[in-house]
Nanobody, 131 residues
Framework: QVQLVESGGGLVQAGGSLRLSCAAS????????MAWFRQFPGKEREFVAAINWDGASTYTMRVAGPVNGRATISMDNLRNTVYLQMNSLRPEDTAVYYC?????????????????????WGQGTQLTVSS
């Protein structure tokens, strides 16, 4: 099991940037796929980005959906922290952003965007983008 705590959300003006952080404990990153999802009111969670680390020097990232080209996911193994950098923010990016962990999810399988594959979740952090 992985314990996840998100931070960094807040109020940002459209066009601005923000970095969300997810502090993880309990397991090593090499055993898990780390991801970010977001949720709009009344909607299901939507995949944003995910990252795999092979335990050595290779990181593999995936970003999908409306944030593609504006979001970057990264990992700091020494701090056990995953980041989501979002640029050119839009009002429609306003949502609760969740960090998630799942056991070694294969990116060759398109199912990696499914919340059901992730077993551990943080409490979420609110990002609000004003127009």
């Amino acid at each position: 099991q992985v314990q996840l705590v998100e931070s960094g959300g807040g109020l940002v003006q459209a066009g601005g940037s923000l970095r969300l952080s997810c502090a993880a404990s309990g397991r090593t990153f090499s055993s898990y796929t780390m991801a970010w999802f977001r949720q709009f009111p009344g909607k299901e969670r939507e995949f944003v980005a995910a990252i795999n680390w092979d335990g050595a020097s290779t990181y593999t990232m995936r970003v999908a959906g409306p944030v593609n080209g504006r979001a970057t996911i990264s990992m700091d193994n020494l701090r056990n922290t995953v980041y989501l950098q979002m640029n050119s923010l839009r009002p429609e990016d306003t949502a609760v952003y969740y960090c998630a962990a799942g056991r070694q999810i294969d990116f060759d399988n398109s199912m990696y965007i499914s919340p059901e594959l992730y077993s551990d979740w943080g409490q979420g952090t609110q990002l609000t983008v004003s127009s």
